[in-house]
């Protein structure tokens, strides 16, 4: 027994397999970005820097006193 499709259905499973294969895509590149070794270590040293301006600053501010107007 056959069963009987819409002419269109062939279009829709076609939009489904390319839509799976792209998100499956994109889920395998967005993996690779969060394990990325070295993107993650510039992350970190980003941060530290960051951190590390901050403390200055808020050295810098400590230093100064209270300046009257």
Request: hydrophobic share 45%.
């Amino acid at each position: 027994m056959t069963t009987l499709l819409s002419p269109d259905s062939g279009l829709l499973s076609g939009w489904a397999v390319r839509s799976g294969l792209s998100l499956a895509s994109w889920g395998l590149q967005r993996a690779a970005r969060r394990n990325d070794r070295d993107r993650l270590q510039r992350r970190i040293d980003a941060r530290a820097t960051a951190e590390a301006a901050l403390a200055e600053r808020d050295a810098l501010h400590r230093s100064a006193g209270f300046l009257p107007m």
